[in-house]
């Protein structure tokens, strides 16, 4: 079984908006509430297409009460943390091209002893543990890099910024930035194939284990000691990319913890991925979903390709 902790989890809201007008009155073609945050996400793919999952989670006030009834009617096996706060609201305005705007709240401040009740909650994990999303305010950047560093099993990474640096100093199993974040975490621009995998194959001299990193419309990329994989799908009706780099991680944990190589690996993350962008909202794809997307893989891809999204 794989868990997923998510220290900041979310209500997503998804509104659908024909025509976005900043400073005019706008009315939603559609809306939807999902559960949200990186590992709630995770883990609901993962039980979508069958493979065994649970969540750990912080959750307070009426939106916590929320979340945890969405869980349950999504069939989700969850631990949650009682928290004082009130877990946070995250909303999502797509257009029809699937072009989406993010307003994300900052969520609760968590006490000391609730982050350590999420701690020991990990700790008691079996089998592949997924640290996942942003973190709660007020909590300190080394607080995944301390759970990677004492938990015993292997443990992937999906996080940004401060704490993201931090975890990797942990060297963690597996990590997935986007290039965005991988740009960041070594402080330069990554315009080509090549310079991602260059960027990559930094941190895997400093002990990380492998380094998936997701480039949207230009697909995913596998590094680790063994070469490189580049994976990508194309998706002909986008409606939102909201949980869609989530999806993908989903779909390589699944693969690489029932024995595939990396190449199956990425490719499955990728079809999951892609599912995932042509869904609402942060919808998750199932099994049929998945099976109409096609992936094109190689080994060999051309490193000097300039990335577009």
């Given at each position: ?307 577009t999204d």
């Amino acid at each position: 079984m794989i868990t997923t902790l998510t220290p900041n989890p979310s209500i997503d809201r998804t509104m659908l908006v024909e025509n976005l007008l900043p400073g005019e009155v706008n009315r939603a073609a559609s809306s939807r509430t999902d559960p949200g945050g990186k590992g709630v996400n995770v883990a609901r793919a993962l039980i979508r297409n069958g493979h065994p999952a649970r969540a750990i989670l912080p959750l307070g006030g009426p939106d916590g009460e929320l979340l945890a009834s969405l869980l349950q009617d999504a069939g989700i096996p969850f631990d949650a943390i009682p928290i004082a706060g009130t877990t946070r609201t995250n909303m999502a305005i797509v257009d029809p091209t699937g072009t989406t705007t993010k307003v994300n709240e900052p969520g609760p401040e968590l006490s000391p002893n609730e982050m350590n009740q999420l701690a020991n909650a990990v700790g008691r994990a079996a089998g592949p543990v997924v640290l996942c999303g942003s973190l709660p305010p007020g909590t300190h950047d080394s607080f995944l890099a301390e759970m990677i560093a004492g938990y015993p099993g292997r443990v992937a990474v999906d996080t940004s910024g401060a704490p993201l640096a931090a975890a990797v100093t942990a060297k963690p199993w597996l990590i997935k930035p986007n290039r965005e974040e991988l740009s960041e975490l070594t402080g330069r621009e990554l315009p080509t194939l090549q310079a991602v995998v260059d960027a990559a194959r930094e941190l895997l001299a400093n002990g990380v284990g492998v380094v998936v990193v997701s480039l949207g419309s230009d697909g995913a990329l596998w590094v680790d000691p063994d070469g490189i994989h580049h994976a990508k799908a194309t998706v002909t009706e986008p409606r939102s990319t909201v949980g869609a780099g989530d999806c993908l991680l989903a779909g390589v944990l699944s693969a690489l913890t029932t024995g595939n190589d990396p190449a199956t690996a990425l490719s499955r993350g990728v079809a999951w991925g892609a599912a995932a962008v042509a869904l609402p909202g942060s919808a998750v794809p199932g099994p049929t979903d998945v099976t109409t997307v096609a992936v094109t893989s190689t080994h060999e891809p051309d490193l000097e390709t300039v990335l577009t999204d």
